[in-house]
């Protein structure tokens, strides 16, 4: 396992983060999991065990309850909150009542002292906004959370699902009034789902902000389970089908992937991790698992090593059709970066 710097903060994270979205199993969440405290408990174990330190979870997941498990398995196993980075999120629906839900100062503060008493915890390491709130000012939000930093509930703040002019806005105005900025971002990225590239990622690093790509797998899509002849695998999928991809692209990307996994002798899924890990800007990658034989198949991905040749046919094969204004910068910029000053 190796480790990685969050963005600009100097903290230490693995580069894997193990998520618990598996754990529970309340309300429409059962589609993705349902494991109960004794199999939570193996898997914080074993990921312990193959040394990550990352761990993600969110209130909403199972509405309480992944927290709830993710608190008691650290407990139960006696592990030292100081060697582990807890994450955790904010803005899902909670339940009945108008303000049990979005980014406002009321939810926001609620929101962490609930979050940190499923988790049996004084503090979170990071705090995400887990999406955006259309009916509550940045400015607002931003306020609340920088608030709950210097309250020492939480470490850093964080971002999911945003669009990067919104980063950008939120950013700006921290620096304005001198609170703590975003550090860290966790978004959809695959190799069958690079959207992320157009706008946020270069923007990630021009602000130098840690990415977490959530789903790598797309869902299961990229695990090797779902093939042109088989579109059925018994997995989440067959009834939970998200995140979006295009599917008909995607089994091309499958294809390519599982000739590059026989040429390795590894699974379709540890190329398709492998792939995400390898690319620059991705400080730690978010995989789950229900079972010790997923996460022992997922943790085995970081020692894959791709070739030039092996990225070059999965950059290809994967590659974003090109938009707009996307290739008229890259059009005009060429005369300024193949012409520098010698």
Same mark, same amino acid.
């Given at each position: 396992?190796?480790?990685?710097?969050?963005?600009?903060?100097?903290?230490?994270?693995?580069?894997?983060?193990?998520?618990?979205?598996?754990?529970?199993?309340?309300?429409?969440?059962?589609?993705?999991?349902?494991?109960?405290?004794?199999?939570?408990?193996?898997?914080?174990?074993?990921?312990?065990?193959?040394?990550?330190?990352?761990?993600?979870?969110?209130?909403?997941?199972?509405?309480?309850?992944?927290?709830?498990?993710?608190?008691?398995?650290?407990?139960?196993?006696?592990?030292?909150?100081?060697?582990?980075?807890?994450?955790?999120?904010?803005?899902?629906?909670?339940?009945?009542?108008?303000?049990?839900?979005?980014?406002?100062?009321?939810?926001?503060?609620?929101?962490?002292?609930?979050?940190?008493?499923?988790?049996?915890? /004084?503090?979170? !390491?990071? #705090?995400?906004?887990? +999406?955006?709130?259309?009916?509550?000012?940045?400015? %607002?939000?931003?306020? *609340?959370?920088?608030?709950?930093?210097?309250?020492?509930?939480?470490?850093?703040?964080?971002?999911?699902?945003?669009?990067?002019?919104?980063?950008?806005?939120?950013?700006?105005?921290?620096?304005?009034?001198?609170?703590?900025?975003?550090?860290?971002?966790?978004?959809?990225?695959?190799?069958?789902?690079?959207?992320?590239?157009?706008?946020?990622?270069?923007?990630?690093?021009?602000?130098?902000?840690?990415?977490?790509?959530?789903?790598?797998?797309?869902?299961?899509?990229?695990?090797?389970?779902?093939?042109?002849?088989?579109?059925?695998?018994?997995?989440?999928?067959?009834?939970?089908?998200?995140?979006?991809?295009?599917?008909?692209?995607?089994? /091309?990307?499958? !294809?390519? #992937?599982?000739?590059? +996994?026989?040429?390795?002798?590894?699974?379709?899924? %540890?190329?398709?991790? *492998?792939?995400?890990?390898?690319?620059?800007?991705?400080?730690?990658?978010?995989?789950?698992?229900?079972?010790?034989?997923?996460?022992?198949?997922?943790?085995?991905?970081?020692?894959?090593?791709?070739?030039?040749?092996?990225?070059?046919?999965?950059?290809?094969?994967?590659?974003?059709?090109?938009?707009?204004?996307?290739?008229?910068?890259?059009?005009?910029?060429?005369?300024?970066?193949?012409?520098?000053?010698?």
């Amino acid at each position: 396992m190796k480790y990685n710097f969050f963005g600009n903060t100097g903290l230490v994270v693995s580069e894997l983060c193990f998520g618990t979205m598996t754990f529970g199993g309340e309300g429409y969440w059962k589609a993705i999991g349902e494991l109960k405290q004794d199999e939570c408990t193996a898997l914080i174990k074993g990921a312990t065990d193959a040394g990550i330190n990352f761990f993600d979870t969110a209130n909403v997941y199972s509405y309480g309850q992944s927290e709830m498990l993710l608190g008691s398995a650290i407990k139960n196993l006696g592990i030292k909150r100081h060697e582990l980075v807890i994450a955790t999120k904010v803005r899902g629906f909670m339940g009945e009542g108008h303000n049990n839900v979005g980014l406002s100062r009321y939810h926001i503060l609620q929101s962490i002292d609930e979050s940190l008493e499923r988790l049996q915890m /004084d503090h979170v !390491d990071i #705090l995400y906004v887990h +999406g955006v709130d259309p009916v509550t000012p940045i400015e %607002q939000t931003m306020r *609340a959370l920088n608030d709950v930093v210097t309250a020492g509930k939480v470490r850093y703040i964080a971002v999911c699902n945003w669009p990067a002019w919104m980063v950008m806005k939120a950013q700006g105005i921290a620096e304005r009034y001198g609170w703590n900025k975003f550090e860290g971002l966790q978004y959809f990225y695959s190799i069958a789902g690079r959207d992320s590239e157009r706008e946020v990622f270069p923007m990630a690093a021009d602000q130098k902000l840690a990415v977490m790509p959530w789903s790598p797998l797309a869902g299961g899509f990229m695990s090797g389970k779902y093939t042109r002849d088989q579109e059925k695998s018994g997995g989440r999928r067959d009834n939970f089908d998200f995140p979006p991809v295009n599917k008909a692209r995607a089994y /091309d990307i499958i !294809d390519v #992937l599982a000739e590059v +996994g026989r040429a390795h002798n590894v699974s379709v899924a %540890q190329i398709a991790l *492998a792939w995400v890990r390898h690319q620059p800007v991705v400080t730690s990658t978010i995989i789950g698992a229900k079972s010790i034989q997923q996460l022992n198949d997922n943790v085995q991905s970081t020692e894959v090593k791709l070739t030039e040749d092996d990225l070059k046919k999965l950059n290809d094969i994967s590659a974003l059709p090109s938009e707009y204004p996307g290739w008229m910068v890259a059009r005009q910029s060429a005369d300024r970066v193949l012409n520098q000053p010698k």
